[in-house]
């Protein structure tokens, strides 16, 4: 699979997304459900998202303390949810990462 | 009395802010497109052909898994469908534009350049307002011109980070902080921990499309909470 082709066509699907309704004003109206629905786009990806790495790290499921990243993401998470602050969550989960392998070689 | 000159340096300077914001996140992307094993010039030129962070950030993690283009294609028209908005409510400001113009600033409708541009628009009386679309195009450029140097700035960065430090671990932590942002009440909550027990259960499904089908029921759980 060429990554050129798959970026073309996100490219082609974002710009589409953008320009659609500047030029369509007037004439179509999507239905209120998809106006509705967008604003759960953002908690519902992101959380498939954050997931699978984090669970899955090799594939599995691994819920053990042995899974590092696993321990890492709970504190970035408790971090995040307390701070609400970006560059802190993710410095402070991959600075917890990094000491977690130093001490557990 | 406002001129092109004028709106267009307005329109930069109201975008300056949310460049600080932005700017960690193309290194961010940048450094990890690479460690995912996307080659240096696909994973630059994805900022200026895409110029969507979020779409490329989900791209990138979904190359690193090995997912097929559809999946990508498709996850990525889910991931953009707040755009439908933004294009909606710019619609009346761009009316009377030339196709050029209404092309031109639909590239550059980037999540950063929409919010100050709308709320430029929606702050004035339509009089004095002939060349507002310039105002549009000083923060669409700001933002294009810093997405794509900060972008160029971390895959040369991620060049130089050797793999024992984890740096694809900053992927999902980048998701986690978003994530915390984008709970902004109950609903929200509800669809975020249905999406994410839903991606858990379809992990074993093929082509990654468990993402795709947890985004959905994410959605249609978070309408369902709203509705009680």
Redesign the interface.
């Not at chain 1, 209120?32 to 997931?51: E, N, Q, T």
């Not at chain 2, 193309?26 to 200026?48: E, K, N, R, V, W």
């Not at chain 2, 978003?178 to 259960?201: E, I, K, M, N």
């Given at each position: 699979?060429t990554?050129?082709?798959?970026?073309?066509?996100?490219?082609v699907?974002?710009?589409a997304?953008?320009?659609?309704?500047?030029?369509l004003?007037?004439r179509v109206t999507?239905p209120a459900?998809?106006?509705?629905?967008?604003?759960?786009?953002?908690?519902?990806?992101?959380?498939?998202?954050?997931?699978?790495?984090?669970?899955?790290p090799a594939?599995t499921?691994d819920l053990s303390a042995g899974n590092e990243?696993l321990l890492?993401?709970t504190l970035?998470?408790i971090v995040?949810?307390r701070a609400?602050?970006?560059?802190l969550?993710?410095g402070l989960?991959?600075a917890a990462?990094?000491i977690l392998?130093w001490v557990r070689p | 009395m406002s001129s092109p000159r004028s709106e267009f340096l307005a329109g930069i300077r109201a975008e300056l802010p949310l460049l600080l914001g932005v700017t960690?996140f193309g290194l961010?992307y940048g450094t990890l497109a690479l460690q995912a094993g996307?080659?240096a010039a696909?994973a630059l030129?994805?900022s200026s052909?895409?110029?969507?962070g979020?779409?490329q950030f989900?791209?990138t993690?979904l190359?690193s898994?090995g997912a097929?283009?559809a999946v990508?294609?498709f996850?990525?028209?889910?991931?953009?469908?707040?755009?439908?908005?933004?294009?909606?409510s710019?619609?009346?400001h761009?009316?009377p534009l030339r196709p050029i113009w209404?092309?031109l600033?639909?590239?550059l409708?980037t999540d950063e350049a929409y919010a100050v541009t709308i709320t430029h628009y929606g702050s004035r009386d339509h009089t004095s307002t002939a060349h507002k679309h310039w105002y549009g195009l000083g923060a669409g450029l700001a933002l294009w011109s810093t997405w794509q140097t900060s972008t160029a700035a971390g895959i040369f960065l991620g060049a130089q980070i050797p793999p024992v430090?984890?740096?694809d671990?900053?992927?999902?932590?980048?998701?986690?902080?978003?994530?915390?942002?984008?709970?902004t009440d109950r609903?929200?909550?509800a669809?975020?921990?249905?999406?994410?027990v839903?991606?858990?259960l379809a992990?074993s499904l093929p082509f990654r499309v468990?993402?795709v089908l947890?985004?959905?029921?994410?959605?249609?759980v978070?309408?369902w909470a709203?509705r009680r």
């Amino acid at each position: 699979m060429t990554p050129w082709l798959v970026i073309g066509g996100m490219g082609v699907i974002t710009f589409a997304t953008r320009l659609s309704l500047i030029l369509l004003a007037g004439r179509v109206t999507l239905p209120a459900i998809v106006w509705r629905a967008m604003r759960f786009v953002a908690p519902a990806v992101l959380a498939a998202l954050v997931v699978s790495p984090i669970l899955q790290p090799a594939g599995t499921l691994d819920l053990s303390a042995g899974n590092e990243r696993l321990l890492a993401a709970t504190l970035a998470g408790i971090v995040a949810w307390r701070a609400n602050n970006a560059l802190l969550t993710i410095g402070l989960g991959m600075a917890a990462l990094w000491i977690l392998q130093w001490v557990r070689p | 009395m406002s001129s092109p000159r004028s709106e267009f340096l307005a329109g930069i300077r109201a975008e300056l802010p949310l460049l600080l914001g932005v700017t960690p996140f193309g290194l961010i992307y940048g450094t990890l497109a690479l460690q995912a094993g996307i080659p240096a010039a696909p994973a630059l030129a994805m900022s200026s052909i895409v110029l969507a962070g979020s779409a490329q950030f989900v791209a990138t993690q979904l190359f690193s898994a090995g997912a097929p283009a559809a999946v990508i294609l498709f996850t990525t028209l889910v991931v953009n469908l707040r755009h439908l908005l933004y294009s909606a409510s710019m619609a009346p400001h761009l009316r009377p534009l030339r196709p050029i113009w209404k092309w031109l600033l639909a590239y550059l409708l980037t999540d950063e350049a929409y919010a100050v541009t709308i709320t430029h628009y929606g702050s004035r009386d339509h009089t004095s307002t002939a060349h507002k679309h310039w105002y549009g195009l000083g923060a669409g450029l700001a933002l294009w011109s810093t997405w794509q140097t900060s972008t160029a700035a971390g895959i040369f960065l991620g060049a130089q980070i050797p793999p024992v430090w984890q740096l694809d671990f900053a992927l999902p932590l980048t998701f986690l902080a978003l994530l915390r942002a984008s709970l902004t009440d109950r609903p929200a909550v509800a669809a975020a921990v249905a999406a994410g027990v839903t991606a858990v259960l379809a992990a074993s499904l093929p082509f990654r499309v468990g993402l795709v089908l947890a985004a959905l029921v994410g959605m249609a759980v978070g309408l369902w909470a709203e509705r009680r």
